[in-house]
């Protein structure tokens, strides 16, 4: 069964560093997405991606924030200078409106940041 | 702004008990998502419910949509330990990609 794969499961850094969260979504959906999920809180939404451009965003998503496609198979999230608060775990998911009718989404397993 | 609350938040129910988790959004929708998280693991699809009264079963699980009150329900019957799990409902907003997510029902089944 095809599945939204994410890399590396776990992510260490150093405050200020840049980060950058991959993601292979399933491979005919259109649509793409990151969540986070601060350890212990609800799931948020980022950003959503289609047709190589940013169709939604979120307050948290600021300038520190981009996403890319940089070929026909990856998605990633990058975080230019990452804070203390951006520690969570990092959700990719992917869809296809199925059928124009509804927009279901499969996540990835996730990646875990963690800045000291 | 779309809100979305779920409660109980935590549920500690002994095997064979039957609960029901609430799910109440904010603002006008016709699509809700049930999602399984376990413990570091991610996010697994339950249920779509699409329209006014819907209903889908699926084991011991039934969730339900009434769109006119904003409420969706989960209802589990009979409980078995397999069952213990976090439980999230998503509310997609109108003309919206993202899906708003409830702060989750941490569901415990004790034997």
């Known amino acids: 069964e095809p599945e939204v794969t994410q890399t590396p499961s776990h992510q260490v850094t150093q405050m200020g560093q840049e980060v950058i969260l991959r993601c292979v979504p399933i491979?005919?959906?259109?649509?793409f997405y990151w969540y986070r999920q601060i350890l212990g809180q609800k799931v948020e939404f980022l950003v959503s991606f289609y047709n190589n451009e940013i169709s939604e965003k979120s307050e948290i998503f600021d300038d520190q924030f981009s996403v890319e496609r940089p070929d026909g198979s990856n998605f990633t999230l990058k975080i230019r200078s990452t804070k203390l608060e951006d520690s969570a775990m990092y959700f990719c998911a992917s869809s296809d409106w199925t059928s124009g009718l509804y927009n279901e989404q499969f996540f990835g397993p996730g990646t875990r940041l963690t800045v000291l | 702004e779309l809100k979305v609350e779920q409660n109980p938040l935590f549920l500690s129910m002994q095997e064979g008990k039957n609960y029901t988790i609430y799910c109440n959004y904010s603002?006008?929708?016709?699509?809700l998502y049930w999602y399984r998280q376990d413990p570091g693991k991610s996010l697994e699809s339950l249920f779509v419910?699409?329209?006014?009264?819907a209903v889908k079963q699926e084991g011991r699980l039934m969730a339900s949509l009434d769109t006119k009150a904003r409420l969706s329900t989960l209802h589990i019957t009979a409980a078995v330990h397999d069952l213990s799990a976090t439980y999230f409902c998503?509310?997609?907003?109108?003309?919206?990609?993202?899906?708003?997510f409830g702060k989750g029902t941490k569901l415990s089944v004790i034997p």
């Open positions: 998503a509310v997609e907003g109108a003309g919206s990609y993202q899906l708003t």
């Open positions: 491979s005919n959906h259109l649509y």
């Open positions: 419910l699409l329209s006014n009264g």
């Open positions: 603002t006008t929708s016709d699509r």
